[in-house]
């Protein structure tokens, strides 16, 4: 069973600042994913800390719910496997041949993405005799990693004679652009709008026709493809059901973020964190007098200024400086000043900000979209860079 906390306190040791995540939110994000893919199964995306919401709160709540786990190494499965979950675990990202036993040994999915690899793991299997699952990855226009469709027939040739050892249970590809659309609204010199059709960028329907392609080889031979067929990540969730397939891949979505601004909402989800911190100092400063590192801001009359003890090793963008805002006993702050490593300064003018006064980071009306747009950046590097020092604190679990 889950332990739930439901209540948030101080204890001792444990910092003001910390992220708190909404675990409920989560699961109503993936019931409302879960609704409108059915009935696709869901690959539940847990890398990189669970885009930053600690992956040892969100794994052992979440995976009940989930079809298939998605990590990006082989260490995130390992680290799954450790905590003593048990469901089926893919790891997506590029595979050393020397990383290949902890495949066998933890029960990880591999994801081939050459004819090499996968000759070397049907190679270690059989001489280990132990299983192992492999879903075949297809490089559709991501050129990242995987097989290009142009060269996937010797890659699934090499699948079909694989020993007992290893099962094909999948073959997958991924999008480069799922939620970018070929064309895009730009400001003329004379300020007039003018449309540009991207020609340098590959569009989904071109990737899920290549996908298809591959698909067809099994066809032509008479063989079954492998029973997972996978696509679609958070964008093609969202707007293209012809990628759905067997399984869906929606990472930032699950988190109850979209992947891009524009993107039709077809899915109702919400973000689950709230990243909170304590005014740590407050006094009032001369006007004239600079806040923090390089003197980049200056009070022009007498101001107050609250400290936050948070900065950019907690994953609070140095890039903020002087962009950000915060929220203080309700109202909204700017942030003053350089961002310091472990605090920065807001600025709240006449009011009555006092030490120990709640400050929220992002969450209750601040978006992840932005902070996004004041440290420069996208949401999902917002969610993944609050580093390890913050603590995360599970609420809202089902008892
Ligand atoms: C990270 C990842 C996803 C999820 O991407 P989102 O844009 O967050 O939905 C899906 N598939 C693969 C292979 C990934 O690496």
Known sequence: MYVTLCEVRYNSGMRPTYLEVNLSQLKQNLDNIRAKVAPAKVLVVLKANAYGHGVDGVAPFITPFADYIGVAIVEEGIHLRKMGITKPILVMGGTLREQLPDFLDYDLTLAASSLDLLTAVDQLAQSTRKQLKVHLKIDTGMERIGVREYEAEPLIEKSLACSQFVRIEGIFTHFANSEVSPSYIEETASGEEEEILRTDIVPASLQLERFQEVLSIYEKRSVPHPPIRHMANSGATLSLPESYYDMVRPGVLFYGVYPARDIE?????????????????????????????????????????????????????????????????????????????????????????????????????????????????????????ISARVPRVFVGGVQ
């Open 265 to 385: 909402k077809t899915i109702d989800v919400k973000p689950a964190m709230t990243w909170k911190s304590k005014v740590v100092y407050s006094k009032v400063i001369k006007p004239g007098r600079s806040v923090s590192y390089g003197s980049l801001w200056h009070a022009e009359a007498e101001t107050r200024i609250a400290t936050i003890p948070c900065g950019y090793a907690d994953g609070y963008f140095r890039r903020m400086t002087n962009q950000g805002r915060v929220i203080i006993n309700g109202r909204s702050y700017p942030q003053v000043g350089r961002v310091c490593m472990d605090q920065f300064m807001t600025n709240v003018g006449a009011d009555d900000v006092q030490v120990g006064d709640e400050v929220t980071l992002l969450g209750n009306g601040i978006t992840p979209e932005e902070l996004a747009d004041w440290a420069g950046t996208n949401e999902y590097e917002v969610m993944t860079n």
